[in-house]
């Protein structure tokens, strides 16, 4: 991962929040994310994001579940200890329901959610770059990547003619880190310009 | 984006003008703020309960099962009551956070959080009866199916006692990542407003690094819809697997092939009843009147009058085959052991019948729904109720078996046994106002999520589409 | 600014097809009448038992219609509002079904007094055996056509109410007040009906015209599984209604995004009704009771071993698979399909329920048993599409049908 600089602006409002990532997206600069308290419906296709296959995962983690119960209680009763219960047949499939079952819930929710927290990395003492402090009380933040092409005062400046209440320029890491959240961030530099 | 959107007619679930920030501030406020005198009290209270039953469980692992009065034929007493009376319980916060999020009752994220913590505590004190009355709970881990030097002698894949293990074990599980996938982001909130160091710190490690980035909400709503569509079938098949215990036997009044949806219903009736019992509490005690409404609890009502009424069609369903069946077994369980009041245990079924069938029909009336002290009284008198059919089902079903010779002398519970279920209660609210404290009560996120659309300031604000003719409307904003 | 096309015209071919429909019915009950029902004992509980589970499962299909507008009314609910005209139109099959339910029933009990149907019928028999002996209170001519009467008739009043009231919604603009009450008036009608259908349908009607064939057997389960069973269908029914009229371009508020929710409850009560199967079937296969098991005896590894085999992959197997994912749910074509293949399946499963204890020996199912549903199909095309014409497809001022308009999944 690398250090890269963004222009981020904060909206206080999703109903300008659409327009503006419309706009911004048009005008060919990339959005590096959009950080809301809440998820907002459509964000994702606003910023032409495909749809998560995270349940398809799930489906395969469920059936594997499946698998797993029917052919471990089938193996132990018929092949490896055969015991007589109740005079049921070794291969009583109907008493076998339950558990495969819950098995396969278990896999599917277990391995769904360990899926969620690698795609989206996340885990106990895994930190990463605050844009602003209130994106998770009552600010939409949008952070915007800056190559060395791009101008960013005039991306600041068309920033807040989108609507956004606030702007600024910060430079970053994109991605993760191991840290923890009360010792200070180190791989931020002081904004360097505000516009109201 | 689509239009925000609810008729007029709806009751608001958020009251009080609230903006985002607002929820934010009135939400972390206990959390932030030093806990009250009330807070302490009952703390303590609860800790105290907990302690006598570490004892009592502590008599019972060192002198045996003998300390508690269960006899001869009555094998299982207060502990299996007690067990499926705490699973029962759980079931109501999974009903809350998975049906009705599939349902899309908006009403269910003012309460889920608590509800659904209540379910992770519930479920905890529930598996403390089926281990502590192993009796040599020291050989616990040989329900676990592994290749052991025992024979290799598996598990008893047949066995509903066995279906048991797995089942709790995976509600148990399940539950807590469902529960937890949604307290991230609340975390991530607490996070980003914490003051001091060691909160940073910690609230900070509880919310694995959550940024709120659009890629991660949207797979976290992917996640949530699974979860509560894996959680549906999950919470039924749980109360199902513990009807099963009684119902695969061939006991009189365990053996009827309605239990398993009689029990999921009773399940969610108790589970509601507990869910009020502390909603009305949290509400007073933290100043959440605002986003657990009177609508709310009104909502959780008629969810109790249908239960009920359900549970009510069962009982009656199976008092009527005892009869019907003409089988003697089940007409002496049915009409002798349990319908009759003069029977010895008698009073318990008709207790059972009072509180749960006859009393929740109250809820019928709108103004009773809508009467806290009312709602409160019956929150308690569904719950005795529910025990009393737990009880009613295992005692008065085992105390007379087939030969006179062998029944058994009346049973009452001695007090370690008493003393068990009540440090259950005290790890229940041990745990409940350690959550109430340091975690977010209400899903932060979740509330802010239906703010626009029926919080009280911004449904005054689709005035303009509530008036307009529905030819207009559809022109408007039909997809 | 469009006008809504709120007026349905019955298509000729529409009418062409019922009729066909009801013609070969007829037909089919004509030459059973003559081949069968006068051919000994037999032939006549066959032919008999044939038009028993036809009208029983059609007439508590339809009357499932009308139980999803009052438990989607009691939960609140706005998003059916777009297409609820639908169910209301299927539930007015329910006077028809019902009146030819009752005189089936009423000739079985009463006229033919046929003991080869209903054991406990036969006062000999009942006398010298303790238990039918034991049973006289519910088993009786008398209390089961005064029941049947009476579950038959309040379904009918009781849905009619709720049909009137529906009507209040085309006639003006409401403004909240007005609106409140309308809501409130629906509620208490449709717990009215919620009521009497949990003491009828979720428990009295299915142990008395269906699971008394098995005078001996009993199960606590049967009425809520048959409740599944006919419920279940009832979506799939409303959906095949729904579809009829989007590809007709009606219900132009009516999106992907209601079917989607209809697909829902198909998937979930197609998997409620295998949950139910599965404990009733289970806890008896486990205690293994003779007297219990006898109703499964030669299903299972009897003459119905396929069809019993059969109700479990189409009701369960192909529901769970096929309409498990999202895009299933949202595809016209693919919800046509299962829609036919579910109420086909629940057909069967309402065969073999009744059938099964009346021809233990061998299946019957054939040309009859088609041709007698099809006079039922044909029925219910002609009266639904009568009923979808006879009023505005969408209930204009319902207060909910804005919500159900930008209604999403």
């Known amino acids: 991962m690398a250090k890269k600089t963004f222009v981020v602006g904060a909206f206080s409002d999703e109903a300008v929040l659409f327009p503006a990532v419309k706009k911004v997206r048009t005008a060919g600069y990339k959005i590096h994310d959009v950080y809301t308290p809440f998820p907002v419906h459509g964000l994702d296709h606003a910023l032409g994001m495909r749809e998560t296959s995270l349940h398809t995962a799930g489906f395969i983690y469920g059936i594997t579940g499946t698998t797993t119960a029917l052919s471990c209680i089938s193996w132990i ?41 690698y795609l989206c990395q996340l885990a106990p003492f895994v930190k990463k770059h605050t844009f602003h402090i209130r994106a998770t009380d009552d600010l939409f933040i949008m952070a915007i990547e800056c190559t060395d092409k791009t101008n960013t005062d005039e991306l600041q400046a068309f920033l807040s003619s989108t609507g956004a209440t606030e702007v600024n320029l910060q430079h970053a890491e994109a991605g993760w880190w191991y840290g923890r959240y009360d010792q200070e961030q180190q791989l931020i530099t002081e904004p360097k310009a505000t516009v109201a | 984006m689509h239009l925000k959107y609810e008729s007029q007619l709806r009751e608001p679930l958020v009251t009080g003008n609230k903006d985002y920030h607002q929820v934010t501030e009135d939400i972390c406020r206990p959390i932030e703020a030093k806990p009250t005198k009330l807070w302490y009290v009952g703390f303590f209270i609860a800790v105290t309960l907990l302690m006598f039953g570490v004892y009592s469980v502590y008599r019972e692992v060192t002198y045996g099962i003998g300390q508690w009065n269960l006899n001869k034929t009555i094998g299982w007493g207060w502990d299996i009551t007690n067990f499926v009376w705490w699973v029962g319980i759980g079931h109501a916060g999974t009903l809350i956070s998975a049906i009705l999020l599939l349902f899309r009752q908006g009403w269910r994220t003012g309460v889920n959080r608590a509800a659904e913590a209540m379910t992770i505590f519930a479920v905890m004190c529930a598996g403390q009866f089926p281990i502590f009355h192993m009796g040599r709970v020291w050989m616990a881990f040989f329900v676990l199916p592994y290749p052991n030097t025992r024979g290799p002698l598996w598990t008893n894949f047949n066995s509903p006692l066995l279906w048991d293990v797995f089942a709790i074990s995976t509600y148990f599980t399940v539950s807590l990542l469902f529960w937890y996938s949604g307290l991230i982001p609340d975390f991530a909130t607490v996070r980003d407003r914490a003051k001091t160091k060691l909160r940073k710190l910690l609230y900070g490690v509880a919310s694995f690094g959550w940024t709120g980035s659009t890629k991660h909400w949207q797979r976290h709503e992917s996640l949530s819809l699974v979860l509560a569509g894996l959680s549906t079938p999950l919470v039924l098949s749980v109360h199902t697997i513990v009807s099963f215990d009684f119902a695969t036997s061939v006991i009189p009044g365990w053996h009827t092939t309605i239990f398993p949806p009689y029990f999921v219903a009773g399940a969610v009736f108790s589970g509601f009843a507990m869910v009020q019992t502390l909603m009305l509490m949290l509400r007073k005690i933290f100043v959440l009147e605002d986003y657990i409404t009177l609508g709310h609890i009104e909502a959780m009502n008629k969810v109790i009058v249908l239960t009920g009424s359900i549970v009510g069609c069962a009982y009656l369903t199976e008092l009527f085959m005892g009869w019907y069946s003409q089988n003697k077994y089940e007409g002496y369980t049915f009409w002798y052991s349990r319908a009759n009041l003069f029977s010895p245990y008698g009073w318990s079924y008709w207790g059972m019948m009072a509180c749960n069938v006859i009393s929740p029909q109250l809820f019928w009336s709108r103004k009773l729904r809508r009467n806290l002290f009312v709602t409160f009284f019956m929150s308690i008198i569904v719950n005795i109720g529910m025990w009393f059919e737990r009880f009613v089902i295992i005692v008065t079903s085992l105390y007379r078996d087939y030969l006179p010779s062998s029944w058994s002398p009346y049973y009452s519970p001695s007090i370690w046994e008493m003393g068990f279920y009540a440090g259950t209660f005290g790890l229940f609210f041990t745990c409940f106002f350690l959550f109430a404290k340091y975690f977010p009560v209400i899903a932060i996120a979740e509330i802010k999520y239906v703010l626009k659309v029926s919080g009280d300031n911004y449904k005054a604000g689709v005035e303009k589409e509530e008036k307009m003719p529905v030819e207009e409307f559809v022109h408007e904003y039909a997809h | 600014m469009a006008s809504i096309r709120a007026q349905f015209e ?71 509002i777009a297409f609820r005209r639908v169910p209301e139109a299927i539930s007015t099959v329910v006077p028809w079904f019902g009146g030819i339910t009752w005189l089936i029933l009423f000739y079985v009990v009463v006229i033919d007094h046929n003991h080869h149907i209903y054991h406990w019928l036969d006062e000999k028999a009942v006398d010298g055996d303790n238990i039918l002996r034991g049973k006289k209170g519910f088993l009786n001519p008398t209390f089961y056509l005064v029941w049947t009467t009476l579950a038959i008739g309040l379904w009918i009043l009781l849905g009619r109410r709720m049909r009137k009231l529906s009507s209040q919604a085309d006639e003006k603009a409401m403004d909240a007040e007005e ?231």
């Open chain 3, 179 to 409: 609106g409140q009450r309308y809501i409130w008036k629906n509620t208490v009608s449709a717990a009215l009906f919620i009521v009497w259908f949990a003491l009828t349908v979720g428990s009295t009607i299915p142990w008395l015209w269906q699971m008394s064939i098995d005078a001996h057997w009993y199960s606590t389960m049967y009425s809520w599984y048959t409740f599944a069973s006919s419920f279940v269908s009832g979506m799939s029914l409303v959906a095949l209604f729904v579809i009829y009229l989007k590809n007709k371009g009606y219900l132009e508020f009516t999106t992907q995004e209601h079917l989607h929710d209809i697909g829902k409850f198909m998937f979930a009560f197609s998997i409620f009704w295998t949950y139910l199967w599965f404990s009733q079937y289970m806890l008896i296969w486990y205690a293994n009771i003779p007297e219990e098991t006898v109703y499964f005896q030669h299903r299972v590894l009897g003459p119905y071993k396929g069809i019993f085999f059969l109700n479990l992959i189409i009701n369960f197997v192909c529901p769970i698979l096929i309409l498990m994912k999202r895009g299933a749910k949202r595809n016209y074509t693919l919800i046509t399909f299962m829609a036919v293949l579910i109420i086909f399946g629940h057909w069967v499963d309402f065969y073999q329920m009744v059938m099964g204890s009346l021809s233990k020996e061998h299946v019957t199912l054939g040309w009859l048993d088609f041709g007698i549903a099809a006079f039922f199909v044909g029925m219910i095309i002609m009266i639904v599409g009568k009923s979808l014409a006879s009023k505005p497809l969408v209930a204009k001022y319902h207060p909910y049908l804005k919500e159900s308009i930008i209604h999403h999944t």
């Open chain 1, 77 to 117: 009763f018929t092949k490896d200890w055969p015991l007589n219960i109740g005079g049921k047949p070794h291969f009583a499939l109907p008493a076998w329901v339950p558990i495969t079952f819950e098995l396969t819930v278990l896999f599917a929710a277990v391995g769904m959610v360990l899926t969620f927290c």
């Open chain 3, 10 to 80: 019955i298509p000729g071919k529409m009418k062409t097809w019922s009729i066909a429909l009801i013609a070969i019915g007829i037909l089919a009950f004509i030459i059973g009448l003559v081949t069968k029902a006068t051919h000994g004992e037999h032939g006549k509980v066959e032919f008999i038992g044939t038009l028993m589970y036809n009208s029983i499962f059609f007439t508590l299909v339809c009357n499932a219609s009308m139980f999803f507008i009052c438990a989607t009314t009691l939960a609140m609910g706005g998003w059916q």
